[in-house]
């Protein structure tokens, strides 16, 4: 599986973005995806998740009730609306595919990575 993340840029606090991820692959509506993301010196944290069917979705506490993942299976695609960004939203965002079925908020579940995209969030 391949993944290609898009969809970042730079925009002002309370503003919104929607991260895109297309999948390569003829398994993609089997497998879980997620989103994580990483700060400048920080480590790499969990943000979303959601299961192979769309049915079992996770967030970390800081984005709940801003952020929304979904997929469309039919399109190979994940995605992260983002809304009321705040500065500390500002990172590298992953999307990640795991080989199984159930969402996880562990990076070690997850096998595929893209290559990141940036959000900035100005104050």
């Known amino acids: 599986v391949q993944l290609q993340a898009s969809g970042g840029g730079l925009v002002q606090a309370g503003g919104s973005l929607r991260l895109s991820c297309a999948a390569s692959?003829?398994?993609?509506?089997?497998?879980?995806m997620g989103w994580f993301r990483q700060a400048p010196g920080k480590e790499r944290e969990f943000v979303a998740t959601?299961?192979?069917?769309?049915?079992?979705?996770f967030y970390t506490n800081s984005v709940k009730g801003r952020f929304t993942i979904s997929r469309d299976n039919a399109k190979n695609t994940v995605f992260l609306q983002m809304n009321i960004l705040k500065p500390e939203d500002t990172a590298v965002y992953y999307c990640a595919a795991s080989r199984g079925a159930i969402a996880t908020m562990k990076d070690s579940g997850y096998d595929y990575w893209g290559q990141g995209t940036l959000v900035t969030v100005s104050s």
């Open positions: 959601i299961s192979a069917t769309g049915t079992v979705i």
């Open positions: 692959g003829r398994t993609f509506s089997t497998n879980a």
